[in-house]
């Protein structure tokens, strides 16, 4: 079984700046890939930015500049680091883990963080 916690989150002004970081553990091989998706109100959950063990990070064109992504391999760990907040950046954000466990494939998800960013 694999866990995935996230931390981080909360209520901040627009322009502001929050950190979220996410971290899995339990019975994994490898990570394949680690990423953050978010759902607004009324809206489809949509990817904010991945990293791929070994590959580039990819970002929303809507994050591009703002958002910085970064992983810790040695711990599981990935941080998203969200600058210039805008109102629109409310959301749920979630956490997502492409994981081998053995040779088998999965895909697990963390419980989601509020991100709230208004005046």
């Known amino acids: 079984q694999v866990h995935v916690v996230e931390s981080g989150g909360g209520l901040v002004q627009p322009g502001g700046s929050l950190s979220l970081s996410c971290t899995a553990s339990?019975?994994?091989?490898?990570?394949?890939?680690m990423g953050w998706y978010r759902q607004a109100p009324g809206k489809q959950r949509e990817l904010v930015a991945e990293?791929?063990?070994?590959?580039?990070?990819h970002y929303a064109d809507s994050v591009k500049g703002r958002f910085t992504l970064s992983r810790d391999g040695a711990k599981n760990t990935m941080y998203l680091q969200m600058n210039s907040l805008e109102a629109e950046d409310t959301a749920v954000y979630y956490c997502?883990?492409?994981?081998?466990?053995?040779?088998?494939?999965?895909?697990?998800w963390g419980q989601g963080t509020q991100v709230t960013v208004s005046s």
């Open positions: 990293i791929p063990s070994g590959g580039n990070t």
């Open positions: 339990g019975s994994i091989s490898s990570i394949v890939l």
């Open positions: 997502h883990v492409g994981h081998l466990s053995g040779s088998a494939y999965g895909s697990s």
